[in-house]
């Protein structure tokens, strides 16, 4: 994927497509939220988004499908999913992963962009490694000393 044409993509979409995400100030004015079916919520961890970070998550989800490039789509995606777990939502790591303190609100776009940019930049310094050779094992890491 050349470098290039994702980043006129992403511009197109942040020029073009993205429509503007409500502020928490214009949302408390209309009230209009969007979330998760019931379903769909009982399988997420209690408080782990908090709602207007899940409505402008939800937005941006909505853009990137009306807006789709078969060939950047995905990548997008992979972006919106690592940016909703690592800094949009209230998930935390530690050795195990929990729920932090709520968020009242997220930088939700910029948060998306930041891991697009991100994605970009290393598949660009990939694409100079040129081949690499490697070495593939079917094993258990678990039992290194039984592993060929």
Request: proline share 7%.
């Amino acid at each position: 994927m050349p470098l290039k044409l994702l980043k006129e993509h992403w511009q197109n979409l942040l020029g073009t497509g993205l429509p503007t995400i409500q502020s928490w100030e214009d949302i408390q004015l209309n009230g209009a939220l969007k979330t998760l079916p019931p379903e769909s919520m009982e399988l997420l961890l209690t408080n782990s988004i908090s709602p207007i970070p899940l409505h402008k998550a939800l937005t941006l989800l909505e853009c990137l499908k009306k807006y789709q490039d078969e060939r950047y789509h995905r990548h997008e995606l992979l972006a919106f999913a690592k940016a909703l777990v690592s800094s949009i939502s209230n998930l935390h790591f530690g050795p195990e992963v929990g729920v932090s303190k709520p968020k009242r609100d997220a930088r939700v776009i910029g948060a998306w962009l930041d891991e697009v940019k991100e994605m970009a930049e290393d598949l660009h310094v990939l694409k100079l490694l040129g081949d690499s050779p490697v070495s593939l094992y079917h094993a258990d890491s678990r039992r290194m000393s039984q592993n060929p």
